[in-house]
């Protein structure tokens, strides 16, 4: 099994970029879908993106532009860059696997970290 610890976020002001980062612990990680979610604060778990194990990347349609998703194997570790941020793109970032099938639902995920709070705010 992979355990995955989220770092990274703070505060920003809009327009501003922040790159969040996703370590991940374990033998598989290469084999993993990794997902990134955010849940803002009396929301529910949105998704944010996915990278397969085989290194395809999914987007949730606010983040096309102005997300990106990469992955290195070697470190363990998916970024997450954003670039032009919003106030609405405030909330607690997730970061999850699961073994290679990507899934945009949260309900498909085993286990989560504590996030990264990432507040844009001017």
């Known amino acids: 099994q992979v355990q995955l610890i989220e770092s990274g976020g703070g505060l920003v002001q809009p327009g501003d970029s922040l790159r969040l980062s996703c370590a991940a612990s374990?033998?598989?990680?290469?084999?993993?879908?990794i997902a990134w979610f955010r849940q803002a604060l009396g929301k529910e778990r949105q998704f944010v993106g996915a990278i397969a194990w085989n290194g395809r990347i999914y987007y949730a349609d606010f983040g096309k532009g102005r997300f990106t998703i990469s992955r290195d194997n070697a470190k363990n570790t998916v970024t997450l860059q954003m670039n032009n941020l919003k106030p609405e793109d405030t909330a607690v970032y997730y970061c999850?696997?699961?073994?290679?099938?990507?899934?945009?639902?949260?309900?498909?995920?085993?286990?989560w970290g504590q996030g990264t709070q990432v507040t844009v705010s001017s």
């Open positions: 999850t696997g699961r073994y290679r099938d990507y899934s945009s639902r949260p309900a498909d995920f085993d286990s």
């Open positions: 374990g033998r598989l990680f290469s084999t993993y879908a």
